[in-house]
Structures are given as C-alpha cells and as structure tokens.
C-alpha cells in the first residue's frame, strides 16, 4: 500500500514490546510512515533527528513516565501532537493529560479503527498549526515595517512612530490622501505588536451599506431581523485580542460613531437584539484620507470619538512630498509586476524615470504601482520607456516648462500662479478635491482662486 509520507510521520513509544510492534503494524497497514521507540529518553533521541507529526506513548513506561514525556515535548516541538495510551483509563487520568497537553487519550486494548482515526484526526490538526505559523511567519515578514519602502525624511519619521506605537495598547489614528498605504501602516502596526498572533480584521466603513454596519461590527442574534437565521459574530468580536482596523472612519453613521465610543470606553459590545454584552479586548487603529477635526467643527463626527480614536496621529505624506522614494517604489513594483508576468523587464530608461519624478501623483503609491503594472504589461523590451507610460503621465512633463516659460515670458508672480493653478486641474482631469491635495491647499484657497481668476477673465 502507497505510503502517506505527505501526512507526516508517526512515532509510537512504549515500553512493551509485544505493544508497540501491534500498534505499528496497525498504522503501517493504514500506509503511515512509522518509527517506534522502547523509551522516553529514546523517543526523545529521535524526535531530534527527525520530523515527526504525531506521537503515540503508552502513559505508564519504566523509568520516564508518558507525562513527562508529554510535557518534554510540547516544550520541545509544541506543534507535534502526542496521543497517550494506557490500560488504566479512568476520567480523572485523562482529564490531567489533556490539561499537559495531550490531544487525545486511548485505552488499551486499542481497537484498530478508533487508532487510525484519532491518529489522522492529530496528524491533520498538526499539519494546520503548522501551515498557520508558517502563515503568520510570512504575514508578519510582509507587514514588518521594513517592508514598507521609502528612504525619505518623512517616511523614517513614520517607522520611527511605528516603532514607538506597536506595543503600545492606545488606539491610533492614521490619516492620509488615499493611496498612500495606510492600511498597510496598520498591518506593520498589528505585526510587530504583541497581538501579533491575535487576528488583524480590517472593514471598510465606506464599503458596507448602512442598514448592514451595525450587524457587521458587533453581530446579531438569530431572529432579531428578517434575514438573521443565526447568531452571528460581529467584527469586535472576530477580532478579539487583536487589532480592528477601520478604515473610513469619517464615513461612519453618527449613530454608529455612538456604539463604537462605548464598545471603546466599555470594552464590551451587544449584538442586534441580544440581551447581555460581550467583553472584547481589541486595540483600534482608524483611518481616514478627510481632516477629523474638520468633520467634528462640521458637526459630521463626534467630538468624543475623535478624541478616543486620535490618542497617537500617524500622518502618512503623500508621494509628491517624497520624491526621493519614487526610484526605490519604481524598483520594487517593476521587481514584483515582472516575477509575476514572467516578463524580462529590468529597469526603467532615464527619460520615463523623469517623466515619474516630474508626475504630480494624485492616487500616490497606489496609483504609481498601477502604472508600474500596465507598463510592465506594455513593455515590448527590457526597459520601461515613456511609450510604455499613461498619456497622463506623458503630459506632466509640460509642468516644469511652466517655470521656464514663465521667466522667459517675464511674468510676475499671481500670473504665474494662475497658470500653474489651471495646469494642475487640467492635469487632475478638472477634480477640484484633488487639484487642492497636489497644490498643497484647502478646497475653500483653490475656489476662492479660481473665483479670482474667472473674475480676472471677465475684466
């Protein structure tokens, strides 16, 4: 019969000799890969030379007791499950094996069926704890703040409050223009925190229709709406010892804004149409590409929320203020976009670099990894060249001619601006909102100007 090699191996110890040949003749016939070991000490020995998935040890043994050798083992090898046997089974005897870690118990004589099936049952569940920490491992590599590029003044100065916040419980708010990764500065956050192994649960508060936010945060209880057919475990809860990110705060409903200051100052939650509140432990990280303290003057956000969610601000610069970074963003997106193309694209020509750095970056990091993609899928060579670039991105080089042709025209400095404030809206495909963000300006300076400049026309 074919070997079950990929299941793992199995490690059967007893001291009985008779036993532990019946045992591996059970499994071995089942096509399992099977050591046996006549002792403790020497089930020990083994486990050090090989990788093992399960352990079976008989409870009583001359000199190292089963016990011992369980406990041996899960501070050795913490993910192998050890399976005791005994011919003297009693409730008590298995009750103190599960509290040494034990994942299962089987008595004596051992009934070939339930051996095999128990077996299996702790060789797949070690196989999950494995593939979950080596998951864990990658996430937390991926999202270590060393991940995050950027060589910049600015961008240190981020790390450096990464640094400073992660292990800290207090909640942080995160603002930016959208874009410029703040959900990936979260996830660093979470990652090199110590809720690191507690789940990361990220919810859009802009995505979910209002009628289901309620529910999707804090869950329901079967019958309490039309269509709750079951109980449900909202966001606070799927988050427990963990880290809830929302992203969109501002978009929040008032109504909601309420819920969460109590769930935040309670530290506890109710379901839709539950009776008893659920204790949560969850650190908050909020985000938001709109100024708080304007929505709270606006009367659009609660004040006392603002303030529980704004303990540390981390304000992520947009690109165009971190210039210095696009040829490091430009490498490690052409790197990526090409390994997964199977494309042979290693670089990028000097002029379609400049035509980058000149770009005003309205999406920021976001939309400078897009562009890398669609260049990589255009590209006919090894180097990315302007012809590989958005017609966008082609017609931002006119925007330091702006500079040369206005000192060449003589033009005093309100022309000047007024001609740099068209180009950029022309550029920004007439959005005012993002006209303002490339210009470094509020909506209300970029209206009054434009008003300016409409009245200047008509004279």
């Given at each position: 019969m074919r070997m079950k090699e990929d299941w793992g191996a199995i490690l059967v110890v007893?001291?009985?000799?008779?036993?532990?040949?019946l045992v591996h003749d059970m499994l071995k016939d089942r096509g399992h890969q099977v050591t046996t070991a006549g002792s403790g000490p020497e089930a020990l020995k083994l486990m050090g030379e090989e990788d093992y998935a399960a352990v079976l040890t008989d409870l009583r043994m001359k000199g190292m007791q089963g016990l011992e050798l369980l406990g041996e083992i899960k501070r050795a090898y913490p993910d192998v499950g050890v399976i005791l046997m005994t011919a003297f089974g009693s409730v008590e005897t298995a009750v103190e094996a599960m509290k040494h870690g034990a994942s299962d118990y089987l008595t004596k004589p051992v009934k070939k069926e339930e051996l095999v099936r128990v077996a299996e049952r702790v060789i797949r569940e070690t196989a999950l704890r494995r593939e979950v920490g080596r998951l864990r491992r990658e996430v937390h590599k991926e999202y270590s703040f060393h991940q995050i590029l950027g060589k910049s003044k600015a961008m240190q100065a981020v790390f450096d409050l990464i640094r400073r916040v992660a292990d800290s419980p207090t909640n942080v708010l995160i603002t930016g223009e959208s874009g410029t990764g703040k959900e990936l500065v979260a996830k660093a956050i979470h990652y090199n925190s110590d809720r690191k192994d507690a789940p990361f649960v990220p919810v859009n508060c802009a995505a979910i229709p209002e009628p289901l936010l309620e529910s999707e945060l804090f869950g329901h209880m079967r019958g309490s709406f039309t269509d709750a057919k079951m109980d449900k475990r909202g966001l606070f809860e799927e988050a427990q010892k963990g880290t809830l990110f929302l992203d969109e705060i501002s978009e929040l409903p008032v109504m909601l804004q309420a819920k969460i200051l109590r769930a935040i100052q309670e530290k506890e939650i109710r379901r839709v149409g539950a009776n008893k509140p659920v204790a949560v432990d969850v650190r908050i990280i909020a985000a938001t590409n709109l100024n708080l303290a304007e929505e709270v003057k606006a009367k659009r956000f609660r004040d006392d929320l603002y303030y529980?969610?704004?303990?540390?601000?981390?304000?992520?610069?947009?690109?165009?203020?971190?210039?210095?970074?696009?040829?490091?963003?430009?490498?490690?997106?052409?790197?990526?976009?090409?390994?997964a193309r199977g494309k042979q694209v290693k670089g990028v020509s000097e002029a379609a670099l400049a035509m980058l750095m000149d770009y005003g970056w309205p999406g920021n990091v976001r939309e400078l990894e897009n562009i890398i993609e669609r260049a990589v899928t255009l590209s006919r060579g090894e180097k990315i060249v302007p012809e590989d670039l958005p017609p966008a991105i082609e017609g931002s080089r006119g925007d330091r001619r702006v500079l040369d042709e206005a000192a060449e025209r003589t033009l005093p400095l309100e022309a000047v601006e007024r001609e740099y404030i068209l180009k950029i809206l022309e550029k920004m495909g007439g959005n005012k909102y993002q006209a303002a963000h490339a210009l470094g300006i509020d909506r209300k300076t970029l209206y009054r100007k434009l008003g300016e400049i409409e009245e200047d026309k008509s004279h």
């Open positions: 007893d001291d009985d000799a008779d036993m532990r040949e529980r969610l704004n303990v540390i601000e981390l304000k992520l610069p947009p690109l165009r203020e971190r210039r210095e970074d696009i040829p490091l963003l430009v490498e490690a997106f052409l790197q990526k976009c090409a390994a």
